[in-house]
Antibody
Framework: QITLEESGPTLVKPTQTLTLTCTFS??????????VGWIRQPPGKALEWLAL???????RYSPSLKSRLFITKDTSKNQVVLTMTNMDPVDTGTYFC????????????WGQGTLVTVSS | DIQMTQSPSSLSVSIGDRVTITCRAS??????LAWFQQKPGKAPKPLIY???SLHSGVPSRFSGSGSGTDFTLTISSLQPEDFATYYC?????????FGQGTRLAIK
């Protein structure tokens, strides 16, 4: 059974860096074609893809946010970490961790999401 | 970047209705199209992948069709638990992209 759980701060101040951790189980990020990534959703708005990291350490980022994002994996801990720099109130929203086991990446499994509020 | 456009953005429907939601991609996406259902405060749930393949455990009243740039999600007979927002998403090229969503409301 595949599970993903997001963790991190619920409140960050403008200009701060956000660090979110996705802890997963039920699969290995060493397996071919497996990827873990992040999607976000501002309150009342649509979903937005942020980043993906693959079993071979290939990383993909949203072009509009690429300069602010960094994604890493720790296969020994079954974790993927996303950092987003220079946070702004428009970055407020729910951040979801997602899993794919194929290429191109079909996002078949989602975490429950974590709400991040950016406010001073 | 590929843009995904859903229509309508909202729909008032009744139990038992046949519901059709359309999604258009700004470029050909070779059927790498998924549909998700999201209820308030919950994570999206996968419904359809590869344009027409039903995700495991999804009721057969949901179906997907289309090719090239034009795709459709159909709910054959709407059930009470189907009132939600639906998103299409292309995963053919980066950046991955979602439609703006279609909200189903009770008529």
């Amino acid at each position: 059974q595949i599970t993903l759980e997001e963790s991190g701060p619920t409140l960050v101040k403008p200009t701060q860096t956000l660090t979110l951790t996705c802890t997963f189980s039920g699969f290995s990020l060493k397996s071919r074609r497996v990827g873990v990534g992040w999607i976000r959703q501002p309150p009342g708005k649509a979903l937005e893809w942020l980043a993906l990291i693959y079993w071979d350490n290939e990383k993909r980022y949203s072009p509009s946010l690429k300069s602010r994002l960094f994604i890493t994996k720790d296969t020994s801990k079954n974790q993927v970490v996303l950092t987003m720099t220079n946070m702004d109130p428009v970055d407020t929203g729910t951040y979801f961790c997602v899993h794919s086991d194929r290429l191109p990446p079909y996002l078949a499994y989602w975490g429950q999401g974590t709400l991040v509020t950016v406010s001073s | 970047d590929i843009q995904m456009t859903q229509s309508p953005s909202s729909l008032s429907v009744s139990i038992g209705d046949r519901v059709t939601i359309t999604c258009r991609a700004s470029q050909v996406i070779n059927n790498y199209l998924a549909w998700f259902q999201q209820k308030p405060g919950k994570a999206p749930k996968p419904l359809i992948y590869a344009a027409s393949s039903l995700h495991s455990g999804v009721p057969s009243r949901f179906s997907g069709s289309g090719s090239g740039t034009d795709f459709t999600l159909t709910i054959s007979s709407l059930q009470p638990e189907d009132f939600a927002t639906y998103y299409c998403q292309q995963y053919y090229v980066y950046p991955l992209a979602f439609g703006q969503g279609t909200r189903l409301a009770i008529k």
